[in-house]
C-alpha cells in the first residue's frame, strides 16, 4: 500500500511544471499570435512592434479565441438568490 502511494506522489509531481516551463510556454503562445496575427495588423497600418501594432495582435487573438471556444453562463436558484457559474 505504501509504494501505490508513493508511486502516485512521484507521478503526480512529475506532472506538475516548473515556473519556467509555463514561462517558455507563455513565451511559445506570444511567439504564435505575433506570427499568425502580426501581418494582418501591419495590412490594417500599425507600424510593426508598437504600443497599437501589439493592440491589434492581443485583439484580434482575443477575438478568435472567444469565436472558437463560447462561454455560456449558467444560473439557478431562486429570485433573491441565484448561483451563477460561466464555463
Not at 500599425?46 to 479565441?65: A, E, G, H, I, P
Request: hydrophobic fraction near 35%; charged fraction near 20%.
Amino acid at each position: 500500500m505504501r509504494t501505490l502511494m508513493f508511486l502516485a506522489a512521484i507521478a503526480m509531481l512529475a506532472g506538475c511544471a516548473t515556473d519556467a516551463e509555463r514561462a517558455a510556454q507563455a513565451q511559445r503562445d506570444v511567439d504564435q499570435m505575433m506570427r499568425v496575427y502580426g501581418p494582418a495588423c501591419q495590412k490594417l497600418g500599425y507600424k510593426s512592434d508598437s504600443d497599437q501594432w501589439r493592440n491589434c495582435v492581443l485583439r484580434l487573438d482575443t477575438k478568435d479565441n472567444t469565436e472558437r471556444y463560447p462561454m455560456t453562463t449558467t444560473c439557478f436558484g431562486h429570485p433573491g438568490l441565484f448561483q451563477c457559474s460561466t464555463f
